[in-house]
Every structure is written in structure tokens, then in C-alpha cells.
């Protein structure tokens, strides 16, 4: 089982994944509980990389209370280019999907 936090927005941009999966006007608590479970979990996840891997897809996709980042906009902020961003953006997301394939491994053994 694997954890995809982007989903496809267009050709350059990605939607991130609690804004697809949760409508934020709906104030209901189960909404709300997994609105923050999903971000403790990816939480939890990006606190494995280190820093700057995990830097990325939180500026990224708005993790940690930010909103969400262009790739013109993270390279301003490390000074490197979009691209730079891009490839650092792939290669975190790759390491994230294989946290979550480790967690989810986790939780399964112990059921």
C-alpha cells in the first residue's frame, strides 16, 4: 500500500491531498478528526526525511499551516531553480511513499 500525497492538478501544479480529500467547509468533527489525523500522519512522515527533503513537499503542498507553493516560489526561497525543486520534489515524494509503505506495513502486523 502506498500513500500518494499529490494528486495532479494540471501539467505543473498538484492539488494537495487533504484539499482533495476533505472539503474544508464542512465543519463536520468526523471531517474534522481526519483532517488532523491526515495531517499528523504526513506529519509524522515528513518529520523521517531530513530537513531540507522534507522542506520541499511541506512548502509544496501546505503541509505545516503554510499554504501551498509554487516551484518558482520554493526556489526563491533556497535559491535554486524550479527544476532543482522539481527533482528534489520527486525524490522526497519517493521517499515519503516508501515511509508510508512502512507505516502502513506497521499497522497492519499489529492487527
Known amino acids: 500500500m502506498s ?3 499529490n494528486i495532479p492538478d494540471g501539467p505543473y501544479d498538484y492539488q494537495p ?3 482533495a480529500l476533505f472539503d474544508p467547509s464542512d465543519q463536520g468533527a468526523d471531517a474534522s478528526a481526519f483532517y488532523v489525523d491526515l495531517q499528523d500522519t504526513v506529519g ?3 518529520g523521517t526525511l ?11 503542498y501546505g503541509f505545516a499551516g503554510q499554504d501551498p507553493h509554487t ?3 520554493c526556489g526563491a526561497v533556497l535559491g535554486v531553480t524550479r527544476e532543482r ?3 528534489l520534489e520527486v525524490k522526497a515524494i519517493a521517499e515519503l511513499r516508501l515511509i508510508a509503505e512502512f507505516m502502513a506495513e ?6
Open 3 to 5: 500513500l500518494n500525497i
Open 17 to 19: 491531498l487533504y484539499e
Open 44 to 46: 509524522r512522515a515528513l
Open 50 to 60: 531530513p530537513e531540507r527533503s522534507a522542506h520541499i513537499p511541506a512548502m509544496r
Open 71 to 73: 516551484l518558482e516560489e
Open 85 to 87: 525543486i522539481r527533482h
Open 106 to 111: 506497521s499497522v497492519a502486523a499489529k492487527q
